[in-house]
């Protein structure tokens, strides 16, 4: 069974400051997508990695992928409290379903 | 239209009621995903159709859970004799293409409340 899992769970982040998520996945996958939800919205299409270094940036965010890790990771840069919302990965495996990380909410604080 | 659409937005029935909530995908859009989403957590799949075929319904929970596809667009999740522990946010994705890329847009959920 495919889990992911996504550290830190929660984080308070400090505005100008960089950051990190880290998402770990349990098997072989070289598709991983980034969504965001603002509280009481849906989820928000953010990147799609489809294979092993892929990287892609979208201003202050940056997302990875080491397939051979099994490990992704989303790069917060200079965080600003437009950024507050909670951050979810995603996985597929053979099958096209997403599984999803238990979610990172991030709190950026002046 | 311009992204997936559900209705309704909000559901609160009596329990051992029936409950249909409705997806409607991006237009063209080939792939279309149910998912349930709890409170704090991230959402979880539930089945999913190319075209009007059902791929794969491993993550409906119990034969009360079905969906369908019949013409290849709009999609029907239904449950029946809706229990409490059904109370969920039930969101509904698209996706262009089924394959390799597969990026899923969603939709804006349907909140259901079992009494």
């Known amino acids: 069974e495919l889990k992911v899992e996504q550290n830190p769970l929660f984080l308070s982040m400090q505005e100008g400051k960089n950051y990190t998520i880290y998402c770990n996945y349990s098997t072989t996958s070289d598709r991983l997508y980034w969504y965001r939800q603002d509280p009481g919205k849906s989820l928000e299409s953010l990147f799609v990695l489809l294979s092993n270094g892929a990287v892609k940036q979208e201003g202050r965010l940056m997302a990875s992928l080491d397939t051979k890790a099994r490990l992704s990771t989303l790069h917060i840069t200079a965080a600003v409290h437009d950024l507050s919302a909670t951050y979810f990965c995603?996985?597929?495996?053979?099958?096209?379903?997403?599984?999803f990380g238990t979610g990172t909410r991030l709190q950026v604080t002046l | 239209g311009a992204g997936v659409s559900q209705s309704p937005r909000y559901k609160v029935t009596k329990r051992g009621q029936d409950v249909a909530l409705r997806c409607d995908p991006i237009?063209?859009?080939?792939?279309l995903y149910w998912y349930r989403q709890a409170l704090g957590q991230g959402p979880e799949f539930l089945t999913y159709f190319n075209y009007e075929a059902q791929q794969d319904k491993s993550g409906l929970p119990n034969d009360r859970f079905s969906a369908e596809r019949p013409e290849g667009s709009i999609s029907t999740l239904t449950i029946q004799r809706t229990e409490q522990r059904d109370s969920a946010m039930y969101r509904c994705?698209?996706?262009?293409?089924?394959?390799?890329?597969?990026?899923?847009?969603f939709g804006p959920g349907t909140r259901l409340t079992v009494l």
């Open positions: 994705a698209s996706s262009k293409v089924p394959g390799f890329y597969n990026e899923q847009f």
């Open positions: 995603a996985v597929t495996g053979t099958a096209s379903k997403l599984t």
């Open positions: 237009s063209g859009h080939v792939s």
